[in-house]
């Protein structure tokens, strides 16, 4: 997973006049601009009259992010998208964006912007992930490393360890692409 978040930016005013900017600028890595006049300028030189008929943008695509239909981006300005992004440390740390990636797809994008808003850079410091761990490693990891039982060997293949590590996903465990993560509240 590539923690470049890349957009397309679209203005309501040429989407409704149908001219040649109407679909949108050419697709822009957001991990490539150090603030937003950056990306204006870009704007700019694609042909967009920011001061004029192009003063109402959204997000017209959005790519290596929270692509499915739980955001709809035609009511997230650009500009906010990006400052969250940079604020969160998301466009560059990996552990980071592929934190928030889980984080959006389990709570959802308006949760976690308002856990960026709340804690910024820490917004991650409750966020674990266990990569390549299921249900079952967790539940035997749960028996054996954390509860200590000692589970005798003759028992061993009675024991139904991943719905044990299920269980967990009332405790804030979670199963994602990936492997399990915890979010502690």
Known sequence: MTNEVKVV???????????ERALGSKWLTLNDYDDWEEIEEELKKEGFQLDGI??????????????SGAVNWDYVHPKDLFE?????????????????????????YHYWKQRVEDREDDWDEDIYLYPDMD??????????EVDCIQIPECLENYIDYESYG??????????YDGGIVEIRR
């Open 135 to 144: 249900w079952a490693d967790l539940g035997y990891y749960f028996l054996h």
């Open 9 to 19: 930016i679209g203005s309501w005013g040429s989407y409704n006049e149908c001219n």
């Open 166 to 175: 299920e269980q967990f996903s009332y405790d804030g465990f979670y199963e």
């Open 84 to 108: 969250l992004l940079k604020k969160s440390g998301v466009l560059d740390d990996d552990e980071k964006f592929l934190k928030a990636v889980i984080y959006c797809d389990i709570e959802g």
């Open 54 to 67: 192009d003063e109402e943008l959204f997000i017209q695509d959005i790519e290596n992010f929270i692509v």
